[in-house]
């Protein structure tokens, strides 16, 4: 009996100290992981110092200025993957990482407004007179603010399946809280971590998984979308890029609780003062922000274009109505931004 007793508690030991050694190792790899995802973002952006606070963007191309504002769970990297055709024909990107994501401190502006200002703070940086701004998703009010408080600067306003009204952000299964960036930044960074890996792993499962838990799509049109997508390098390549652009969610916390304090107790918008020249791009499919955020957008602001996009959900830029999208907003940035949106 008592050999017995001997051998369980060594058995239990071992078993302590493995499980002890399994864990340290998965925090190493986590930390080493986290790191180098860090540091490759940080090649890729720079930090600028404005009056509003410290900004992180990145830019590409050339020509007329685009200022892109990211929806949720995103930063700069998303930016320059939504519209990736902008650059090649003729324009200048300008994705900043808004505030409480990735570089760019939430003490830069919590409000729209703020944002709004710290916006044009970073094109006096840059030296950029005046911009077309585009808003998606989350980045839709601070757009919008945008071109209100800073209406010589606004060349046009792009709204991209933005949120234009106070909405609950659909939440169809129970990690929506630590979708949110409403959970510890340590379990954002494991679920991201592990996310990303099996995304690498099992691309289909992780674009079907993606329309599901976020609910972008009626169902009825889910497998249809995940099998376009997977029969097209392209497509697929530009999902892995927006897949990317949600991790390590842990650097992106502050800024997704601040997108949820925002949206769910956004107040009425003037659109009946938007003095700028205004698309709205939306598709009726959409079940991550309604086509009514759409149809009260362009209803009210004088004299806005609304391309209305049958049966398209809320990733624009994947499924068969992506070469549509940017021949819309390739078009209408063409003929309302000139020469004279060029640098100072």
């Excluded at 570089?103 to 044009?120: F, H, I, K, N, V």
């Amino acid at each position: 009996m008592i050999r017995l007793r001997t051998l369980l508690v060594r058995a239990t030991l071992c078993l302590f100290a493995l499980t002890l050694l399994a864990a340290t190792a998965a925090a190493t790899g986590l930390q080493a992981w986290r790191e180098e995802r860090l540091a490759r973002l940080e090649a890729r952006s720079a930090v600028a110092a404005t009056e509003r606070g410290a900004v992180e963007y990145a830019a590409q191309g050339s020509g007329p200025a685009v200022l892109v504002l990211h929806g949720g769970f995103g930063g700069f990297d998303q930016g320059l993957a939504y519209l990736p055709g902008l650059p090649e024909a003729g324009f200048r990107i300008i994705a900043p990482s808004r505030p409480g994501y990735l570089r760019t401190p939430l003490s830069t502006g919590e409000t729209d407004a703020q944002q709004a200002d710290a916006m044009a703070a970073l094109l006096d940086g840059l030296g950029v007179r005046r911009a077309a701004v585009v808003g998606i998703s989350a980045g839709g009010p601070v757009a919008v603010q945008f071109a209100l408080r800073h209406p010589e600067r606004t060349s046009a306003l792009v709204l991209a399946c933005a949120i234009t009204r106070r909405t609950e952000p659909r939440m169809p299964d129970r990690n929506a809280a630590a979708r949110w960036g409403l959970g510890s930044r340590l379990l954002a960074d494991i679920g991201s971590w592990r996310s990303e890996r099996a995304t690498r792993a099992a691309p289909r499962r992780a674009v079907a998984y993606a329309y599901r838990m976020c609910d972008l799509a009626p169902q009825a049109q889910r497998a249809r979308l995940v099998d376009e997508v997977m029969a097209d390098p392209a497509q697929l390549e530009r999902f892995l890029r927006l897949a990317d652009s949600t991790v390590p969610l842990g650097a992106r916390l502050p800024g997704l609780r601040c997108d949820y304090a925002r949206i769910t107790s956004l107040g009425e918008l003037p659109f009946e003062r938007v003095a700028v020249p205004t698309l709205v791009v939306h598709g009726t499919a959409d079940k991550a922000v309604g086509i009514d955020h759409a149809e009260q957008a362009a209803a009210r602001i004088p004299g806005a274009t609304f391309c209305r996009l049958e049966g398209a959900d809320h990733l624009l830029m994947l499924g068969p109505h992506r070469h549509a999208v940017t021949r819309e907003v390739v078009a209408f940035l063409g003929a309302h931004t000139a020469a004279a949106d060029k640098p100072l």
